[in-house]
C-alpha cells in the first residue's frame, strides 16, 4: 500500500520533479533539439522548433510519469525512494499528470504535420508500450531499438524537412537504444530476477550486458 503521509509544499514539488526523471528527460530533450537544429539548418523557423522540441518533452514527460504509475505497487516493495512509494505523490495524481501531458503533447502537434503526429504517436505506443508490460520481457531492448531511432525521424518531420541522411541515423539509433535498454536494466538485473522479470539484461546476464 502506497505510504499515506502529510505532505507540505515542497514535498509535493519535490515528488512531481522526481517523477518526470529529469535526468533521462533531459537526454531526449537535448537529442530532439539537436536533430531539430540540424533539420532546420540554415533556415530555422524558430517557432516550429518550439513546437517540435515542446511535443516531444510533453510526450517524454507523459512516459515517464506514467512508468511510475504503473510500476507503484512493485515500487513500495523494492524502491521506496520512488516519489508515489513515498507519498510524496498521490497514484491518481500521477494518473492524471500523465494523462494531461499526452493532451498537452497533442495540442502542440496540431499545428505541425500529419507525420510529425504519426511518428509521435509510434513513440508514445512503444512507451506505453513498455511501461505496461514489454519491459519484463526480452522485448523491452527492442522497444528502444524502435523507439530511439524515431527521434531524429520526428525532428526532421516535425520541421518539414526529409533528407537521405536521416535514414543512416536510424541503424545506429537503433544500436543506441538497445544499449541504452541494457544500461538502464544493468543495476535491475538481481531484483528482476527476484521478480521473475524476464528483460533482455537479465537473459544475457552481467557478463554479457
Not at 509535493?12 to 539537436?34: E, K, M, S
Not at 507519498?87 to 493532451?103: K, M, N, S, T
Not at 522485448?139 to 533528407?163: D, E
Request: with cysteine; glycine share 6%; charged share 10%.
Amino acid at each position: 500500500m502506497t505510504t499515506i503521509r502529510r505532505r507540505s509544499a515542497g514535498d509535493i514539488v519535490l515528488g512531481f520533479l522526481l517523477l518526470c526523471h529529469p535526468l533521462p528527460i533531459l537526454f531526449h530533450i537535448v537529442a530532439v533539439t539537436v536533430f531539430a537544429l540540424l533539420a532546420a539548418w540554415p533556415h530555422p523557423a524558430w517557432s516550429t522548433i518550439t513546437l517540435v522540441i515542446a511535443a516531444h518533452t510533453a510526450m517524454q514527460l507523459a512516459i515517464a510519469v506514467l512508468n511510475d504509475y504503473y510500476d507503484r505497487h512493485l515500487d513500495i516493495l523494492s524502491k521506496r525512494n520512488k516519489p508515489i512509494a513515498r507519498g510524496l505523490v498521490r497514484p491518481r495524481e500521477a494518473l492524471i499528470f500523465g494523462i494531461g501531458l499526452i493532451i498537452i503533447m497533442f495540442l502542440l502537434l496540431l499545428p505541425l504535420n500529419a507525420l510529425a503526429l504519426l511518428f509521435s504517436l509510434l513513440y508514445l505506443a512503444c512507451g506505453l508500450a513498455y511501461n505496461l508490460g514489454l519491459k519484463s520481457t526480452p522485448f523491452s531492448g527492442l522497444v528502444f531499438a524502435l523507439a530511439i531511432p524515431l527521434i531524429p525521424v520526428y525532428a526532421f518531420v516535425g520541421v518539414g524537412r526529409i533528407i537521405p541522411v536521416v535514414f543512416w541515423f536510424i541503424p545506429v539509433a537503433s544500436l543506441l537504444g538497445v544499449a541504452l535498454n541494457l544500461a538502464n536494466s544493468l543495476s535491475d538485473i538481481e531484483e528482476d530476477k527476484a521478480h521473475n522479470a524476464r528483460t533482455l539484461a537479465v537473459m544475457l546476464g552481467v557478463r554479457g550486458t
